[in-house]
């Protein structure tokens, strides 16, 4: 893995099987990654890299003033769940602590004097275990369409991946981040990777699968890296 350095930023270099460079800003602290065919100069990628500086910052101050980017747990801070957004109300009283959610409301019970990293390990694995709830359905629903079988999910927080594939021992792997983006995010990365089941690169062969099963793909990939759903 490769970085390069732009102004202040750094970006994270990943050559793959592709045609064209692609840049990604992951939310929520705007993260920067490239995307690039194998063979393509780091003076081509910087040049890429500098074309998109305005881009880059404009979604990087938007993502860090999100009022959920920082998780200072505060009482009315907001924190995403399928897309919709929910206001925080921390409860400190003994006992097992827990999340739950009601009327636009997240309701988090912790103990008295809850460190900061304690509520984040909380809400981190809140998100494992809803995404870990959720995505068996969506796996079984485009088993039936696609024609594959995933033996095995994981779900873990990831830096720079929404989700990834093992296709030799037919297992993939969803970041927790998900399940604080829209239902149809969901959809899109699990097709994904299952495709990488029939095709393991991203070459003209598994776009035109992409394209057959999920057309709407582009436009879902779109918004996910604008940070609009």
């Not at 390069?4 to 045609?19: A, N, P, S």
């Not at 194998?38 to 074309?51: K, L, M, T």
């Not at 304690?118 to 359905?137: G, V």
């Amino acid at each position: 893995m490769e970085t390069l350095k732009l102004g202040d930023t750094l970006i994270r270099i990943e050559y793959k099987r592709i045609k064209n460079l692609r840049m990604t800003i992951y939310p929520p602290d705007g993260k920067v990654c490239i995307s690039a065919p194998i063979n393509v100069s780091q003076d081509v990628i910087r040049n890429f890299a500098a074309s998109k500086s305005q881009w880059i910052e404009k979604y990087r101050i938007k993502y860090r003033s999100l009022p959920h980017a920082a998780n200072s747990f505060q009482n009315r801070e907001i924190h995403y769940v399928w897309g919709a957004a929910h206001e925080l109300e921390l409860i400190e009283r003994k006992g097992h602590p827990k999340i739950t959610l009601s009327n636009g409301r997240m309701l988090m019970s912790v103990p008295p004097r809850s460190t900061r990293a304690k509520k984040q390990e909380l809400l981190n694995k809140w998100y494992r275990t809803i995404l870990r709830e959720t995505a068996p359905a969506v796996i079984r629903k485009w088993e039936a369409v696609i024609g594959v079988t995933v033996k095995e999910l994981y779900a873990r927080k990831m830096k720079s991946h929404w989700g990834s594939c093992n296709y030799k021992n037919r297992t993939i792997r969803l970041n927790t981040e998900l399940a604080k983006k829209s239902p149809e995010c969901l959809e899109y990365v699990t097709v994904h990777e299952m495709i990488h089941m029939l095709e393991p690169h991203h070459n003209p062969a598994f776009y035109r699968l992409m394209n057959t099963y999920l057309p709407s793909w582009k436009t879902i990939r779109k918004k996910m890296n604008k940070g609009e759903v």
